[in-house]
């Protein structure tokens, strides 16, 4: 029964775990720790798409590696400080997102993951080729954070941070008037509208908030990972979020960030043991869920149970 | 106008001009190939297949494999091309009986995120079996030269694709309109449920057209074959060209899959002239561009 702990007990046991974890355990796994912090805020944008919105982005890499880049070349060509370079990663991906979200949120399911991964195949191809710029292929390195935080304890704790309160930020607007219009939105777009709720202007806005968010936890990854590569807009980092938020859950608000744990703890043991054979079996594993699993993720659209939990349940 | 030519020279080389016209019809025949099996797997099936560019992948994988196992002879290559589609179709097969058969009734979501897996485990497995390394399928002989076309060199080979053109589409066009076969794919892009009503055996309907789709996007593959480097981006690639390409066109249809390649080939081959670093993005802008006119493509029905 949920009913029978109290509310704030959950955050609070959470809270103390994250910020007592990296005290006791090794430092290989305080930047596993960082990069599934990273990875569940970039699966938590893109759930505010897929499982808020009912929108399913096919390209969601191109923000994160918009904002990865906003800040490795603001750092790199520019000599900008860290802390003001990485707001510039939101903020890029943001207007990435406006700019694209205008064309794709006129486009339904189908058409709309199709085209936002044509849009990020666009940003991929122009950072593999504006060699001058980005460096292409061999993308930008020795994109380090300065002193204070180049520790990975430091980096961990100042990731938490942005990432803990872009949840909350998160959290906040799915709780909102407009995150309630938003699902209004994804259940009966024809509805909405009839109640006077503008669908596409909803449908974008959720893409530009999704794109910042996308964006921050691009730019967080740069200087977790100390260089950017146009792998990071790839279409198959754009499968990352979609893998994460539908083993986690997309039910949910937390699902995701669950996700990112298992998911992280899996690539880490496997992809480290057989780099080669890891998307293989993401690809695999993505398949049985959905072909032996159909109820694991209570159809993302068939079901709709879960939907009303997911309206009703606060 | 004297700033645009001093811009682009070219603009008053007429028979340059030609010959680019040429490629780029040339082009568009690798993706008429691959589009008009996209486009007509999902007329039939209601999925877009993702991995036809990863089949597309496989089929010029095979052709290098073929080639270097088969005896070195004038013949060999054009086996070679016979073989290579057909062994695509195969694995198109075998994807459409063991997993697309299984979610024929999910949401159309769930089918395309299994399609995009598809690329991931067909990738990882290309480069399991052929290796990290690039490879490269040599021109047969008798086509291996250029020759003179409005004075200017012409691949040869380019020049054999151009002319399979013509009889590819004529051939698609008889079986689609004038076979029994190509009557019930026609009558399944427009009700499925119908066709099954009247005894047709939809579902083996779906497998033929899923290996037919692959064959088609092999075939593709194999002819591209010795005029790029066989390499494993090359799924990617082909999928969102022959993306833009099915979308411009309008999913489904036959005739937009044909105007839309060419169309397609003709701006990659004038954008590499005109804007060399970015001609990709000049695709999608016309894409966005048709979008937004035309939600459903050119040819297209709009969405159920």
């Known amino acids: ?127 593999f080729k504006w060699t001058s710029l980005t460096g292409g292929d061999n993308g930008l390195l020795n994109v380090w954070p300065p002193e204070p935080l180049k520790s990975p304890r430091a980096y961990y704790y100042f990731t938490i941070v942005i990432v803990g309160l872009s949840l909350l930020a998160l959290h906040a607007v799915v709780h909102s008037p407009f995150g309630y219009a938003l699902c209004a939105v994804r259940e009966n777009p024809r509805r909405a509208r009839f109640i006077g709720v503008n669908v596409r202007r909803h449908q974008l806005l959720a893409f530009v908030l999704s794109g910042f968010f996308s964006g921050l936890a691009g730019g967080l990854f740069a200087f977790f990972n100390g260089s950017v590569f146009p792998d990071f807009a790839y279409f198959t980092k754009s499968f990352e979020p979609l893998v994460v938020a539908l083993l986690g859950g997309v039910q949910s608000f937390f699902g995701p960030l669950a996700g990112a744990v298992g998911f992280k703890i899996l690539e880490t043991y496997i992809a480290r043991q057989w780099p080669v054979y890891w998307p293989l079996f993401l690809g695999a594993a993505v398949i049985a869920v959905i072909v032996l699993l159909p109820k694991g993720f209570v159809g993302l659209v068939e079901g709709r149970a879960w939907r009303r939990r997911l309206v009703v349940h606060k | 106008m004297e700033t645009i030519t001093a811009l682009f020279p070219w603009i008053t080389n007429g028979p340059l001009i030609l010959v680019q016209v040429m490629s780029g019809l040339s082009v568009g025949m690798f993706l008429f190939l691959v589009s008009v099996g996209m486009s007509l797997i999902f007329g039939v099936t209601r999925i877009v297949n993702l991995a036809h560019g990863s089949l597309y992948m496989v089929g010029a994988y095979l052709m290098v494999t073929l080639i270097g196992f088969l005896p070195q002879r004038p013949w060999a290559f054009w086996l070679a091309l016979l073989l290579a589609p057909l062994g695509v179709a195969v694995v198109g097969g075998v994807i459409e009986v063991a997993l697309l058969r299984l979610i024929y009734r999910r949401d159309p979501l769930m089918q395309l995120i299994l399609t995009f897996a598809l690329i991931l485990v067909i990738g990882t497995l290309v480069l399991i079996v052929w290796g990290p390394d690039n490879k490269s399928v040599p021109r047969p002989e008798a086509l291996a030269g250029s020759v003179r076309v409005f004075g200017q060199p012409f691949p040869t080979y380019y020049l054999v694709v151009l002319a399979l053109a013509p009889l590819v589409a004529v051939g698609l066009w008889l079986i689609f309109y004038r076979t029994r076969w190509g009557m019930l794919i026609r009558a399944a892009t427009v009700d499925r449920e119908m066709l099954g009503a009247l005894g047709v055996d939809v579902s083996r309907l779906y497998t033929e057209v899923f290996m037919f789709g692959s064959w088609l996007a092999g075939l593709g593959g194999a002819l591209a074959a010795p005029t790029v480097a066989v390499a494993l981006g090359m799924d990617g690639d082909v999928l969102t060209t022959a993306f833009v390409v099915v979308v411009i066109g309008g999913l489904g249809s036959f005739a937009g899959s044909f105007v839309s390649a060419l169309l397609v080939g003709e701006l990659q081959s004038f954008g590499i002239l005109i804007f060399p670093a970015i001609s990709i993005v000049l695709l999608f802008a016309l894409m966005a561009v048709v979008l937004i006119v035309r939600p459903c493509g050119l040819f297209g029905r709009p969405e159920e």
């Open chain 1, 1 to 127: 029964m949920r009913t029978a702990v109290p509310r704030w007990l959950v955050p609070l046991v959470a809270g103390i775990i994250v910020v007592a974890l990296p005290l006791v355990l090794p430092g290989f796994f305080v930047i596993l720790l960082t990069e599934i912090a990273i990875v569940g805020l970039f699966a938590t944008a893109f759930n505010l798409l897929m499982g808020f919105g009912g929108m399913v982005s096919f390209g969601h890499a191109a923000y994160f590696a918009l904002g990865a880049y906003a800040a490795a070349l603001l750092v790199k060509r520019a000599q900008v400080p860290m802390l003001l370079a990485l707001p510039a990663a939101p903020l890029v991906a943001a207007a990435g997102a406006l700019v694209f979200g205008f064309f794709i949120v006129r486009l339904t399911r189908t058409y709309f993951a199709m085209l936002s991964l044509a849009f990020a195949q666009i940003v991929f191809t122009v950072i």
